[in-house]
């Protein structure tokens, strides 16, 4: 009986493991940390040129890795409205897994600003309003929050600038809807394929000609879609797969090799890392031709495959390593949680220790080492954060599936007409001990 319950239950944490790629969540864990350093340590513009030179794969990186995990249904509906009802369902599970978290988190961060705001000892010009404002700017997006008055105020280095560094995950959301109403289609055949990609890139390339802004940036959301469309591919031709290659050396050189483009790019392209078009290319090139600027974004398409390369096969190195293999995937596990919660907790280590909350790369400064602590407290407290998250969540699916299964016993047990009700409910009574005893492992 234990072990056709067990069995019933759940998958074990190895086979779990099995079924994905570490170094991908070492990799991610990785660019979480980048970001949350980023986030939480000004440097001299010098210091954070190279930075940039560097760490510009953060943000495709994650977009690639996004379309590489897609996984394609066995089969399609035939019919419209089965393919409807197959967009939306995924849509509106992605949606919930993506938006909620950003609302509480934002909820949460309004109240710190608030706070901020109407303490005696604030010294900006900052109110309570001018906080719900940036709040509400943040949710309805440029350019409609400039036109109502709702749009982020202040300097880089203010407390109304919290909710700016999760720009990012909105641009996410609006990837995902555009991603999943085209992969199908796309991945049926070649042609469709890269008519798909082409077309992509060219709704981005046109938006960012004419300068037209959009709400969640769609101007850069095909774009993109575009580069998890790529992830797709690259998955097809098994590049991240040490079977494909006869002699084991020529990933390692792919890699360095790799390493070095994006290093060229980042430096030629500052923001490389990044979907920017229309004058991010270098001051020259701008000079001559400003508009073509929108070359950044089939650059950073290609940007985006060379530098997950270079992640994936170097944390294969970095995989050996096991305190790093056990932090760092455990970070890129729950990398989105981290990405949506570290703005809260870098506000409470910087009030701490008294300082000015610094939310963007691009603010330069004097490098100080209290900043190393705060990133490190930012870090402690979103893992723990995530820790418990997880707990929780384990915890509430093991309650539910162990309600479930008695349930079901409770029901099979009442169809036996000689048991009375309080042998039922013993029998349930040691069911229930029973499962408990046996729920040992991540249920699936």
Known sequence: MAKKIKGKLANTREKLFNNRMVEQDIAKGLMIFAVIFCHTVP????????????????IPFFFFISGYNYKEPESLPETFKGKAGLYWQRVKKRLRQILVPLLFCSLILLGIGAGYAALPSNK??????????????????????????????????????????????????????????????????????????FGLIAISCLFNFFHLKMPWGFENSAAYAAIMLMG?????KKLFSEERYTKKFWPWVNAAVCLVICVVLGFLWPRAGQISGSGQMTKI??????????????????????????????????????????????????????????????????????????????????????RLAVCAITVILSVAFVTVNVFCKERYRKHKKMNKLCKEKREELRKDSSLSEEQIKAQIKAYRSELRKTIKVQLA
């Open 285 to 370: 090139f701008d000079k001559i031709a400003p508009q073509f600027g929108i070359l950044e974004i089939p650059f950073t398409i290609i940007y985006s495959v060379i530098s997950s390369y270079f992640l994936i096969w170097s944390c294969k190195l970095l995989a050996k390593v096991r305190p790093i293999k056990f932090f760092f995937s455990y970070m890129g596990r729950n990398s989105l949680m981290i990405l949506v919660f570290h703005l809260v907790f870098a506000s409470v280590a910087c009030a701490i220790f008294g300082i000015q909350m610094a939310t963007n790369i691009g603010q330069y400064g004097e490098f100080e080492p209290v």
């Open 43 to 58: 440097l001299p513009q010098l210091a954070d040129t190279i930075l940039r030179s560097i760490l510009g794969m953060v």
């Open 124 to 197: 900006s010009n900052v109110t309570s309003l001018d906080m719900v404002k940036a709040f509400g700017g943040f949710w309805i997006s440029e350019p409609i929050s400039s036109a109502v008055g709702w749009h982020t105020i202040g300097s880089f280095d203010g407390i109304e600038r919290l909710y700016e560094p999760n720009w990012f995950i909105l641009h996410m959301t609006l990837a995902y809807v555009i991603f999943y109403a085209v992969v199908d289609w796309a991945l049926s055949n070649k042609k469709r394929y890269i008519s798909v990609m």
């Open 232 to 236: 797709c591919g690259v998955k097809h």
